[in-house]
């Protein structure tokens, strides 16, 4: 039997970047970077056992030469699903990282902007002028 090294260390540095990741995002969002960062980390670490698992259940029957190709292909895909749900998870604070980085982000419009009524036009002349000719 083979010893796993690869599956043994692969999550924990996907979970750190993900921390981070999740903490910057939060940070700059002016949510609590510490809890999101945590949920980061849980989520990386998660997501990747998960799939490295499943993948090492997956080539249990392949061959030694086989199986680093598909350890390195299941690892890409572990990092790949961390990223995508990252993304996902954090969307809400996409929008603040965009303005800080100088991008300009429209701000939604709202009911009470759209209903105000227009100034009265103030008339040509004043009413009661005679007209000159």
Known sequence: METNIIIGWVPWPVAAATAIWFGIMAHHARKNAVVWAIGGGIL?????????????????PFTSEQQSLFRIKIG?????????????????????LLSELGRPVEAPKTAAKEAA???????AKPPGTPARV
């Not at 790949?80 to 998870?89: A, D």
């Open 117 to 123: 009524p227009a100034a009265p036009a103030a008339p």
């Open 76 to 96: 890409g895909l572990a990092i790949f699903i961390v990223l995508f749900l990252g993304w996902l998870l954090t969307s809400g604070m996409h929008r603040s």
């Open 44 to 60: 990386g670490l998660i997501i990747t056992t998960l799939v490295m698992g499943l993948g090492q259940a997956a080539f249990i």
